[in-house]
């Protein structure tokens, strides 16, 4: 080869090394890049779809704090404590904070907003530009664990998340970023908080489990498509089972949410 | 315009309406049917019981049960977080009355992680109320239901994935009375077993987390009665008198094993088994209970003493925890049980041929007396101890024993099957308790060897021992009494045992 062309080329290497880098810091600070990929639901609609192509999208890095949904309350009033219609909240919407402009002693700012509503956080996130994710996406970002894509191979990694279920409710919930990220540099997709999806109630759990899981065995092993261990995710159990007993005005005292946006090649996130 | 088919047709479809109606009306008049009046329930924990319900009428029946996520011991040192229906595990006992109409308000309280609902095999509709009952943290959820079968029946949360539901302590009994009322007794109680399966294995302490796995193999870490080890032991323990009559309620929360519910020492007088309304069996010594079922059963206590609940599939009583006490008071009644009459020599003499049953009178020579058995029959030496005899008879559990009557109590029923009433031991099998060097020299040792059992040589008074002491079910209190007792008894010796060291000495494995 030529030495010059060799030059040009590790030039030009160089220069796109450099540009993956500028890019990747803009959009360090708020949300990172989750590469698409393919997620297999716990229930699905029929049985031919047993699979899920989950498109790249740009992810928060971080659950919304109280600070954040605190902001966008004082330039968004009516989504205040008092101001909300119960047509968009239940009662129990931001319950623990002290009032409209203040937090209260036993919330951290910086700790996730919970007691929002599906109405609240879909607004929150279209103020900003952004939107709720899917289940597909929320779920196919929370199944990498630190290292892998896809950490729900591993034992482990299932206990882990399960963990956080055989703990009783924290007094006050800790700061985001304390449980750790992801592989995608996710943080806190297990363990902190339940977060809504922007098709909750698109899960099949009607709360009568035994008639759905007899639907879904007959589904997930006629199609023999999915192996024995997505029967020991639990944890997949119970979020699903979690979203199905919610209603879009409904706040809990454990759930919170994050934005997502969609990715388009050649366009950079702020 | 009718035609004859169409006027027909409209009597037919109108008939069968107008029959119930005339049914209906039947039924009502002078039936106890009808629903008259309103009443909140009175829920109990367990192992107590609502009372019996003395109207002669049905009710609308308001019940609120509010389900808890909380942080309990399971056994000592051992924490677990709960699921619960009413703050406690088993769930409360709702008692309720065949006819009646049943406003069910589930409530999940706002620091639940999960949602929850109920399913009650009283129920009939689907899923037993849980597709109608499905609760977020922070809500309430209302529905009715008629009980129209009389029976004691299991309620349990039905939420995905159950068999977690169930596992954390999502489970409880439901008794539907029949419209006549059960036969009076004297006590009730409310006994409901269940297994808890842990990432740590039995006794690991700290907060354990469930595990799945164990779970899903079945091989539990506990087995228990009222939802912790020891929830029916000691103070705890129920309480009976002699000549009463006794109904326990027994449920079996699973979520996989089926007991075998046994009661050392009584005879069921009656079983309904399966907690049907059918007294389907006299004299029983041990019932099934199905995961997700019932039981009733009756017995007079006519003796005093301690009375042992287990499930008899034996290793989970003595080793994950399936045991309670059952403390009854009052006179012995010598007629019925003697206590321990004598503790003699026995030589081996049946399988070496001869006899101690008289030929001519066939009367047993042991019943003329103790001492004359003895001397025919060995060395001539008496192990019976007077005042161990008496303490026999009398009884235990007949009143909260003092610290020295435990230690001799549990001496008794635990070490003096080897080590003898006298404290001597068998000679190379196992060693003496009596003037033992080794005791006055090991105190820490002797604690150690009693919580955790001891392998290997040991020489006590110059003899060399090699065999095992198993570990020993005993409490700390327990042992240290019978430690106590073994030096006083034994050593002539101050040295006494507090259950603090028996504590440390447990922790310090």
New interface residues.
Partial sequence: MNPVIKILLLFLFLYEAVDVTAQNKSVTNKMVLVKGGIYKPLYVNDSSETSVKVNSFYMDRYAVTNADFLKFVTSNPKWKKSKVKKLFADKSYLMQWKNDEQLGENILPKAPVTNVSWFAAKEYCECQGKRLPTVAEWEYAAQASEINPNGYEDENYLRKILEWYSKPSADRLPKIGTIGKNYWGVYDMHGLIWEWAQDFFSAFVTGESRGDSGLERNLFCGSGSVNSSDFKNYSAFMRYAFRSSLKANYTTRNLGFRCVKDYHKNERVK | MFTPFQTIKLVSKKLPAILLAIILISCESGSSDEIVGVEHAKLTQAPFVPPPITRGHATKVIIDLEVR???KPLSEEVEY?FWTFGGDVPGSFIRVREGDLIEFHLHNH??????H?IDLHAVTG??GG??S???????TSIFSFKAINPGLYVYHC?????G?HIANGMYGLILVEPKEGLPPVDKEYYVMQSEFYT?GSYGTPG?Q??S??KA?EETPDYVVFNGSVGALVGDKSLKANVGEKIRLYIGNGGPNLISSFHVIGEIFDLVYSEGGTLASQKNVQTTLVPAGGSAIVEFTVDVPGRFILVDHSIFRAFNKGALGMLDVKGKDNKTIYSGKQADNIYSGYLSSGESNVNPITGEINNQNGGSEYVSKFSNGETTIDPELLEAANKGEGNSKPDFSSLGQSVYTSTCAACHQNDGKGMPNVFPPLLNSDWLKKNKEAAIKTVVHGRTGEIVVNNKKFNGVMPQQNLNDDQIAAVLTYVYKKFNNSNVTVAPEEVKKTRKSK
């Fill in positions: 996520e909380v942080v977080v706002p620091t639940s992680k999960v949602p609902n689907p899923g849980a597709a009952s499905f609760t977020a943290p922070g809500h039905a939420t995905a994935p159950v977690l990432e907060l987390p469930f799945t796995s899903i």
